[in-house]
């Protein structure tokens, strides 16, 4: 009996791996909206957890703003009462981490809160904010009337302060006025702004990397509220205006492009070990509210699965599989190559579109053509972002979260 006992535990180790699943959330209009958990999904969560309240699958919330990790993480662990880590949250400025050439640069960070804290997340040290940019050019902003006549105190001017090397939109600061006029001042100017470039030289522009595009979002008014993707549809007109040359995204990152679900992936890996499982995560579900960026971003990344699928049955390594991918999508869409990335194993990736945020249809029929009366969501004046509009069909509609993952644990046998 002894012998049998321990034949069974090592032919245990030499059985094929099950495949498991692992599963995205869109917080706001999904799980929550603002400091309220939606109704039902604090119960609904739970279908995902043990009875010790442990995760069952790998799970991630998946979401567009940028905070810190923790604050959301406490935030969500509080609404949802279960044990949310800072590691199974992607916001917008996520993916940065997978950049690793942004390290070497001294990159100006716009956006709201503690902006280098989130750049310590990603590994980003070498930063700035506009407040600094403001103390070493104080004559740049001068969108305030009462700074026209201010006397400047030249004690306190930053002295050899660097060309800035790259730009990060983050998120949409405060006063839009004041930072569209210095991030344009650093665009024309090639990140040094003391003089503007003569016309004989060549026109160059710093790297400009933007989280988060949503045009509007669904808040707690009655109407949507404008989002990150309206600064820079300002940024984007006015660039053009005083330059007369298009403006250029080196890299778009947040929902709905590939690498936030790449990143992603690599989220529900990382945890998926820590949960102590042994299998690869096969299948992905992402559940959201938003037919523009949850959706389509699912779909997006089922295509690139896809893509990854085919250059592999043609005999490539993971390597030439990416970069053969990457030639498919727009370059600010492309994938970096990161050695955390190399090890891609989901194949099936479905969007699952719930009715208790920003999209609502009582008959649960999304069809295609009638979205076109419908609020934008994202920017679609950046042309990486303008793909084509059936992306945004999900996989299935659920009146709400708690129906969503009644369907991945009926499907998943949890």
């Not at 490539?316 to 999508?329: G, P, Q, S, Y």
Request: positive net charge.
């Amino acid at each position: 009996m002894i012998f049998r006992i321990r034949f069974l535990k090592n032919a245990a180790s030499f059985l094929p791996k099950r495949s498991i699943c692992g599963v995205c959330f869109d917080v706001d209009g999904v799980l929550a909206k603002g400091p309220v958990a939606i109704s039902g999904s604090t119960n609904a969560i739970r279908k995902l957890t043990d009875e010790k309240s442990r995760w069952k699958v790998p799970v991630a919330f998946v979401t567009n703003s940028s905070i810190s990790s923790q604050r959301r993480a406490d935030y969500l662990s509080e609404i949802l009462n279960v044990k949310v880590c800072p590691t199974q949250v992607v916001q917008a400025h996520s993916p940065l981490e997978l950049f690793t050439d942004l390290r070497k640069m001294f990159c100006l960070l716009i956006g709201q809160g503690d902006v280098r804290s989130l750049a310590n997340e990603v590994g980003l040290s070498n930063v700035c904010t506009l407040e600094d940019l403001r103390r070493a050019y104080p004559l740049l902003d001068m969108v305030n009337v009462e700074s026209k006549y201010k006397p400047i105190d030249k004690e306190k001017i930053t002295k050899n302060f660097p060309r800035v090397e790259a730009i990060i939109l983050l998120g949409e600061s405060v006063h839009w006025e004041s930072t569209l006029q210095l991030v344009i001042d650093l665009l024309r100017t090639n990140g040094l702004p003391t003089k503007l470039l003569s016309k004989s030289s060549k026109f160059e522009q710093p790297p400009l990397i933007a989280c988060n595009f949503d045009l509007e979002y669904m808040g707690r008014a009655a109407i949507p509220r404008f989002g990150h993707g309206a600064f820079l549809v300002c940024i984007e007109a006015l660039y053009k205006k005083v330059t007369g040359h298009s403006l250029k995204f080196s890299s778009l990152i947040g929902k709905p492009t590939e690498v936030t679900f790449r990143y992603a992936e690599l989220v529900l890996a990382r945890e998926s070990q820590k949960l102590g499982i042994q299998s690869s995560v096969k299948k992905m579900y992402m559940v959201g509210d938003v037919p523009e960026a949850d959706i389509a971003g699912a779909n997006l990344y089922q295509k690139y699965v896809k893509k990854l699928d085919m250059y592999r049955k043609l005999g490539n390594d993971e390597e030439e599989c990416i970069n053969l991918a990457n030639t498919e999508l727009p370059p600010s869409r492309n994938i970096p190559m990161h050695p955390s990335l190399i090890k891609q194993t989901v194949k099936r990736v479905e969007s699952l579109l719930v009715c208790t945020g920003v999209y609502k249809q009582s008959d649960k029929k999304l069809e295609v053509a009638a979205t076109e009366g419908r609020h934008v969501y994202h920017n679609r004046s950046i042309d990486a972002l303008n793909f084509d509009k059936s992306v945004e069909s999900p996989t299935k509609i659920f009146c709400d979260v708690n129906e969503a993952i009644e369907y991945i644990v009926e499907q998943n046998n949890l």
